[in-house]
Structure formats: C-alpha cells, structure tokens
C-alpha cells in the first residue's frame, strides 16, 4: 500500500527536461508561497473558526456524519460480535498491511518524501504539500485527543462504558484519524482530474484516489478487527481526519484566490501592467 501510494505521487510529479530551444510555460498564476508560518496560523484560524461559518451542504455533512455515528453505536456490539466471529489469522495479516497508513511515521515520511521532490521540480507545490501533510497529522492529533476527551468510551476489550468529558478515553480512534488525515491532501494536490488529462492518467488518479480511501477505511475496520476500538469510534476518527484534511485545502483555496486577486496581470492598449490590490 505505502508502496503504491509513492508511486502515485511520483507520477504525478512532472519533472521531464524541456526539449531543445523550448522554453517553460509561463506560470497561470503569480508565484505563491503557501508553506509558511503566516499561512499555518491562516490555517489554524479557519480550522479553528468553520463550524460557525457552514453552508447548508457543510450542516448536511454534519447531520448525516453525527446520524452514522448514533447508528453504529446503536449496533456495535453486532459489530463486535461479527468481526470476531470472522477473524482469522490471515485476516489480521492482512489488515496489518494498509494499516500503515495510521501510524505516527507515515504522514512525516510523505512529507519528507514530496519535500525532496521539490528540489526535483523546482515547484511550490510540493513544499506546499509537504506542509499541509504535517498540518493535517497535528491538527487531526488535536481533534482526535479532544475527542477521545469529549466522549470517553472504553476499549471493547475491557469494557462497554461510555463517560463524557473524561480524560484517558477511546471514543474517536486516532489510527483511523492519522490514516484519513493524508487522503484529502493527496487527492486535492495531485489526483484531481484535469481538462488536459488523458485517459490513462484519468484512470489512474481515480485508481490512486480509491485505493487511499480503501487504505484508510481498512485501517479503521483493523481496529475493530482486532478489538481495538468499537465501530462508532473508528468512524468518528475517519470522520476526523477527513474533514481536518479538507478544511486544510479549502483554507489554502480561499488564500491562492485572494492572492490571485491582490497580484494580477493586466493587458492594455499600450502595453501590460503588474496591479496590485491591497
């Protein structure tokens, strides 16, 4: 799976030579540095401040997000029983195997990875990236603990109690946080199909976009697999991370707009003009 998911990445990646008396195209927007400590506290503060600002779709998200929770809690011990009557050995191999994706290395490791690749493409992106990997892990870490905070449920295997507003609990799972947290942002930065992609590469990013949502999804069912964490809770940690990773990306959308509109190029009769808008 780690394996796979590298690949995908780089092959998103341009970083082929130009062709002889070719010269590069000419940037679609002006240069943008959004890896930045200013732009992590932008991040922090619309993080921080979108639940008070939803639209109608954010509030159905919501509604629909808290209505599978109350229905998993209210069957989670047919859950339960069901992945334990099914488990075998070959099973919890194979679970072991995506589960990667939950564990505390894996978001820095990509992080690491298209940092590199920067120096590769001579490309903000990729910075970008790298940074918003890292947020999207930290941010998802503090959600998940506030969580687990907020709805304090024991782990199946010792207990079906469930407190609130309690120190030392389970109720969100941070393995299938951690997992989720990187899906969004590989997806919005390098696996969005575009006009000019061919077949090949269409089908390919939506490949790549399936199998890091199926990563994540068997890495929360691992945990109920092996009696970590009750069904509900390996939802709300997926729930968690997905949206943290989202947000994150919406947030440096609403930046690169408003940059694009500050910093603009315009074309008149006697020539071109740099405007800026402050």
């Not at 590298?6 to 998103?12: F, P």
């Not at 993080?47 to 109608?56: E, F, G, I, Q």
């Not at 892990?137 to 207990?159: C, D, H, N, W, Y």
Request: include cysteine.
């Amino acid at each position: 799976m780690s394996a796979f998911l590298l690949l995908a990445l780089l092959s998103c990646i341009d970083v082929g030579p130009l062709r002889a008396g070719e010269s590069p195209p000419p940037p679609a927007t002006p240069p943008q540095r959004l890896y930045g400590f200013h732009q992590i506290g932008l991040d922090a503060q619309y993080l921080a401040t979108r639940p008070w600002h939803l639209d109608r779709r954010g509030k159905i998200k919501v509604a629909v997000t808290a209505g599978t929770a109350g229905t998993l809690f209210l069957l989670r011990n047919r859950i339960r029983d069901y992945a334990q009557e099914h488990r075998s050995e070959a099973r919890d191999r194979f679970l072991q195997k995506p589960r990667t994706m939950g564990k505390g290395a894996f978001a820095p490791s990509l992080s690491l990875l298209t940092y590199g690749a920067s120096f590769l493409t001579h490309d903000d992106r990729e910075k970008e990236t790298s940074v918003l990997l890292l947020e999207s892990m930290a941010f998802t870490g503090i959600g998940v603990g506030l969580g687990q905070f907020v709805l304090s449920s024991k782990r199946p295997e010792v207990g079906k109690e469930v407190h609130f507003f309690r120190w030392g609990g389970h109720g969100f799972s941070g393995d299938a946080g951690l997992a989720a947290s990187v899906v969004p942002i590989l997806r919005r930065q390098y696996l969005l199909a575009k006009p000019q992609d061919g077949r090949v590469l269409r089908v390919w990013k939506r490949t790549a976009t399936g199998l890091l949502y199926a990563g994540a999804g068997l890495t929360a069912y691992q945990r109920i697999n092996n009696d970590k964490h009750w069904a509900p809770d390996a939802f709300l940690g997926l729930a968690t991370g997905f949206t943290v990773g989202e947000t994150l990306c919406d947030s440096h959308d609403k930046a690169r707009a408003q940059l694009r509109d500050r910093l603009s190029l315009d074309f008149g009769p006697h020539g071109a003009a740099l405007k800026f808008v402050f």
